[in-house]
Structure formats: structure tokens, C-alpha cells
């Protein structure tokens, strides 16, 4: 099948499913033999993700009556084919041809006319970007314009933009293998341009590069990991032969890391989703490292824990992920606003229930990929209100003043937006 009804099928699964654009353009990919047919379908769902409402507005201004129903595909198909138009370089008349013959492809052979007239008519027009109201303008959903305007008076444009840039890509040495300058020597010697990041095992590559060019990386000696996420493992710090409780541990980057920073630890590695926690022991197997794997709600740790309680807990809780909208720019169209509450709710639950599970003087880690007070500071300040015996310890790298945890915002030292509070039960 042609690759652009391979895009609108992705398209579709997650603006009128639900679906998860990690899970839907995969199963798309998997069709397509070429590593550079797979780049381009992911470039085309990502960019509809990106700008959609803009498209959307355009291409429905082209239009007498909207599709609807199972035509809907065809819809998302002229979304992919007004984004070749207007964000990228493939020539008008292949980018219209192309994406007609996708829609005869997807069966739709009585609306192949439209395709065309409609992309033939944005071709001619020439029209601007639509840009009147704020989602146009900043191709994001209202309610998240004004949570962030609220949290960021001064910079929520800047974080905005930051989330539409496309992210670098950065590894995290394998400390159990190699030093990080010898990694950085191995890579350089392949002409990859690599940097090193601020935490201690963190390499940001000057471009994205597939994993199989990089030097060993089927045998471990690198991961793939933002370098926002390899703080927890510095931030935790676990100390030899400690218990530790990595409580949201799927797909396993972070329990990875603890084991890689401190191999002699006994880690307790659990989460909720089984189908996700799989992805955590295949991460271990490809490292060559262990950890009791166990499948279980970190809200009721008694269900399926009966050894001590912990020295060191990561709760690197559930949460809205708006601060990884650069990686994963679906989140803007299948987070809604009442979701913020839910997920607060459902992370207060699992802090104050984890909490009782560490042991006196020990640490607990949590973190999101949030840039949402509500889940961040708000969430740890209640925290600490409701808990006599939790101190928050500041984080060195978190900015002066009365700041409540480190939040990382999106494009900060080229991370991804992050929040780390680290408490210490007294
Ligand atoms: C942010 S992700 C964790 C990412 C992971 N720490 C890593 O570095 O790869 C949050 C995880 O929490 C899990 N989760 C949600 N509710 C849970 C619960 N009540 N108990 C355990 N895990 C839960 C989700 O399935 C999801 O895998």
C-alpha cells in the first residue's frame, strides 16, 4: 500500500480512536521495506500532529461538507497531503498524485475528485497560515495554552515553541561497559558528532543517528534516553547493596540506568501495565542486567510485596507528559484539560502509599515528565503539607529560591521537560 495511506491509517487511529501514535505508526512502519519510506511516514504523522489544527483549518475551509463517518480517513489523508504541501519540500504535483492515489488505495475511488480539487485549489491559493485565534497560532488545544500561561506568565510562548522543535537525540553511556569518553572516542572515530550532557553518563548526539550505526549498541554498550530522564539515576543516588523500588518502572529506561550506576542493588522493578512491563525485562536482557520484575499496582504494594521496606523509592509517576510534546506531539490532541485533575488524584495516591513502603531515612525520588504545577510542585507542596515526616532535600541543579523541586522545561539545555523532587523521611 501506498505510503501515504499508510500515514492516513496512523492518522486516523489516533485522532478518532485514541490511539497512541508510538503504537499506531509502528504498526504502519512495519509494512514498508525501506528505512527511508519508514523516516518519511513518520515525518508525515508527526507533522499532522504538529500543526494540526492549521491543516485542519485549511483543508476544511476547501471543503463544502465535512467527511464523516468512515470517511474520516479521507479527511486525515488530505491533512497529510496539505502538510507535504505547505511543510516540506516534495515536489506539488508528487505530493497531490500520490496522495489521490492513497485515497483510491483506501477504497474511497468516489472521492479521489475531491483529493484532488481540494489540494489542487490549497496548491493554487496559495494561502497563508491560518493563524486568528491562539490554537491556530500556536497549534495547540486552548485549555493547555492557558495552563501554561498560568504557570509560565513569562515564557509559556517560548515553552510552546520549544514543544514543536524536533528533539535531539541523546544516549546514555553504559557505565558497566565503558567510560563515557571512551564511548564518545568510539563514536567520533565513526564521524558521529557527539557532545557530552550534564549528568554524569549522558552524550547528546549532534544528530539523530540510527541505532545499529552506533558502536555496540546490540550488546549494551548504550541506550537511548533523554538526558532530562538520566537525572533520576544521579538523583536517587542508591548506594551498594541497598533495596530499591523503582514503583513505575515500564518501559524500564530508569531501572536500566539504576542497575548501570550501581550494580549491586537489589531493584524491585513494578508496574500496572503488563503488556509495558514486558518491554522492562526485554530492556534488562539486552544489558545483560537483572531485577525483580513484578507486576503490580504501586498504589497497594501490599498485594505483592511481603520482603522490608525500601531504602530508596523512584516513583517516576504517571502523568500528562506535556513535557515531552517535542517527542510526542499526539499527547495535545488525546490529553483533555479534566485529565490533569484525575492524574494529580491518582499521583497523590501512589506518593502517599509508596511513601509508607520506605523505610526512616530513606529517599523517595518523584518525577514526571509534566511542565503542569498540578502534578509537580503543587503536587509535592500538598505532599509535604499532609506528611510530618517528609523533608524535601534541594536539588543542586534547581534554579535559587523558593522553587519546590526541579522543573526542567521543554528545550532547557536540550532536555525534554521534566520534574524531580527529592524527599527524605525523617
Ligand atoms: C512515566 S511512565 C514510567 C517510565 C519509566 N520509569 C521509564 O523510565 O522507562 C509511568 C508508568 O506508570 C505505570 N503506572 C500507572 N499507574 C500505575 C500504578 N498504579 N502502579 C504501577 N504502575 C503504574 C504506567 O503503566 C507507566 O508505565
Redesign the pocket.
Known amino acids: 500500500m501506498n505510503l501515504r495511506a499508510l500515514a492516513a491509517k496512523a492518522v486516523f487511529q489516533v485522532l478518532e480512536k485514541g490511539v497512541s501514535l508510538s503504537v499506531a505508526l509502528p504498526e504502519q512502519q512495519q509494512k514498508l521495506s525501506s528505512g527511508k519510506d519508514k523516516a518519511l511516514l513518520a515525518e508525515l504523522c508527526y507533522g499532522v500532529m504538529r500543526h494540526l489544527p492549521q491543516l485542519d483549518k485549511l483543508v476544511s475551509d476547501c471543503m463544502n461538507k465535512p467527511m464523516k463517518g468512515k470517511q474520516r480517513i479521507v479527511h486525515q489523508l488530505l491533512l497529510i497531503g496539505c502538510y507535504q504541501l505547505y511543510f516540506t519540500r516534495i515536489p506539488a504535483h508528487a505530493a497531490i498524485s500520490e496522495t489521490a492515489e492513497a485515497c483510491r488505495q483506501l477504497k474511497f475511488e468516489g472521492l479521489v475528485k475531491v483529493v484532488n480539487g481540494v489540494l489542487r485549489n490549497l496548491q493554487r491559493n496559495d494561502k497563508p497560515l491560518p493563524t486568528e485565534n491562539d490554537t491556530l497560532a500556536f497549534n495547540t488545544p486552548a485549555w493547555l495554552i492557558k495552563r501554561l500561561q498560568e504557570a509560565y506568565p513569562d515564557s509559556w510562548e517560548n515553552i510552546i515553541e520549544e514543544s514543536h522543535q524536533r528533539p535531539p537525540m541523546w544516549l546514555r553511556n553504559n557505565a558497566l561497559r565503558q567510560s563515557r569518553d571512551t564511548y564518545l572516542a568510539e563514536l567520533a572515530q565513526l564521524e558521529i558528532g557527539a557532545s557530552k550532557g550534564n549528568s554524569d553518563n549522558a552524550i547528546l548526539l549532534d544528530k539523530a543517528t540510527d541505532v545499529t550505526l552506533l558502536p555496540r549498541f546490540s550488546e549494551g554498550a548504550a541506550s537511548v534516553q533523554d538526558g532530562a530522564?538520566q537525572w533520576?539515576a544521579t538523583l536517587l543516588a542508591p548506594e551498594p547493596k541497598e533495596l530499591i523500588l523503582?514503583?513505575?518502572?515500564?518501559?524500564?529506561?530508569?531501572?536500566c540506568h539504576l542497575l548501570e550506576s550501581e550494580a549491586s542493588i537489589d531493584l524491585v522493578a513494578?508496574?500496572?501495565?503488563a503488556k509495558?512491563l514486558a518491554r522492562v525485562q526485554q530492556n534488562l536482557d539486552r544489558l545483560g542486567l537483572t531485577a525483580q520484575v513484578i507486576h503490580?499496582?504501586?498504589?497497594n504494594i501490599d498485594a505483592w510485596w511481603q520482603g522490608d521496606k525500601f531504602d530508596r523509592i523512584?516513583l517516576?509517576?504517571?502523568?500528562s507528559a506535556t513535557g515531552v510534546i517535542r517527542r510526542h506531539p499526539d499527547i495535545k490532541w488525546l490529553r483533555k484539560s479534566a485529565d490533569i485533575e484525575e492524574l494529580a488524584k491518582?499521583q497523590a495516591q501512589?506518593l502517599d502509599h509508596c511513601w509508607q513502603w520506605l523505610k526512616p531515612g530513606g529517599t523517595l525520588l518523584y518525577a514526571?515528565?509534566s511542565i503542569l504545577p498540578q502534578e509537580n510542585a503543587q503536587q509535592v507542596s500538598a505532599f509535604l503539607a499532609r506528611t510530618p515526616d517528609a523533608t524535601l532535600v534541594p536539588i543542586a541543579q534547581q534554579p535559587q529560591g523558593d522553587e519546590i523541586g526541579w522543573q526542567i522545561t521543554p528545550g532547557q539545555d536540550n532536555m525534554d521537560g521534566f520534574y524531580y523532587a527529592r524527599l527524605i523521611k525523617g
Not at 523503582?246 to 531501572?255: F, Q, R, S
Not at 517516576?316 to 502523568?319: E, G, I, N, R, Y
Open positions: 530522564a533520576a523503582d514503583a513505575c518502572a515500564a518501559p524500564g529506561g530508569k531501572t513494578v508496574d500496572f501495565d509495558r503490580g499496582d504501586a498504589a523512584l517516576d509517576a504517571p502523568c491518582l501512589i514526571t515528565c
